[in-house]
């Protein structure tokens, strides 16, 4: 079955770059989907393919996917920002396969 | 409003079984495959299962397979999962999400809020 690893957590100040990283076997021949979700919220789609982001979301956070590492970058962090951030990819032999999340902390 | 809502969790002894709902409202439910997401209590995101639009294809977590069965009603905009022989490793929000396509692969682009399944005796 397929694997990704992400960080427990990551801290940042206001106003900074938070990278989260999303570490898979030659995960730069998939496509990365990445996922917002705050306490006591359903979980929200922040960057689909890689490095697309929805509407409304801020072009503050952006991804990148290379070689056996995809990032998702949040650039001049905001307290909003703080969340759990969960990477997603799909495998033909584990099908959705989700990363174990990244507590996004602003001090 | 684009919306899924969620019911039917709550408090079920172990070996028991339960029907989730999910009823879909303000987009064309059929242009969509759809999924059950669960996350235990303080843990991550894990996929349960997942139909094609028109329940041609369905898929499982190997978790699961054999216990949980998934379905939909185009007709009433409405996902289904039933839950056979609980487990209390079963218990946690349980996520209705749309994929992004009528078909297989990809990732989510509307949650609902969850429902809450709790395995105890």
């Known amino acids: 079955s397929y694997v990704v690893a992400q960080p427990p957590s990551v801290s940042v100040a206001p106003g900074r770059t938070a990278s989260i990283t999303c570490a898979g076997n030659n995960i730069g021949t998939k496509s990365v989907h990445w996922y917002q979700q705050k306490p006591g919220q359903a979980p929200v789609l922040v960057i689909f393919?890689?490095?697309d982001r929805p509407s409304g979301i801020p072009e503050r956070f952006s991804g990148s996917n290379s070689g056996n590492t995809a990032t998702l970058t949040i650039s001049r962090v905001e307290a909003g920002d703080e969340a759990d951030y969960y990477c997603?990819?799909?495998?033909?032999?584990?099908?959705?396969?989700f990363g174990a999340g990244t507590k996004v902390t602003v001090l | 409003e684009v919306q899924l809502v969620e019911s039917g969790g709550g408090l079920v002894q172990p070996g028991r079984s339960l029907r989730l709902s999910c009823a879909a409202s303000?987009?064309?439910?059929?242009?969509?495959?759809m999924h059950w997401v669960r996350q235990a209590p303080g843990k991550g995101l894990e996929w349960v299962s997942g139909i094609s639009w028109n329940s041609g294809y369905s898929g499982y977590a190997d978790s699961v397979k054999g216990r949980f069965t998934i379905s939909r009603d185009n007709a009433k905009n409405s996902l289904y999962l039933q839950i056979n022989s609980l487990r209390p490793e079963d218990t946690a929000f349980y996520y209705c999400?749309?994929?992004?396509?009528?078909?297989?692969?990809?990732?989510?682009?509307?949650w609902g809020r969850g429902t809450l399944v709790t395995v105890s005796s």
């Open positions: 997603q990819v799909w495998d033909d032999t584990s099908d959705y396969v």
């Open positions: 999400a749309r994929a992004y396509t009528s078909g297989w692969r990809g990732y989510f682009d509307l």
């Open positions: 303000g987009f064309t439910f059929d242009d969509h495959a």
């Open positions: 393919y890689d490095n």
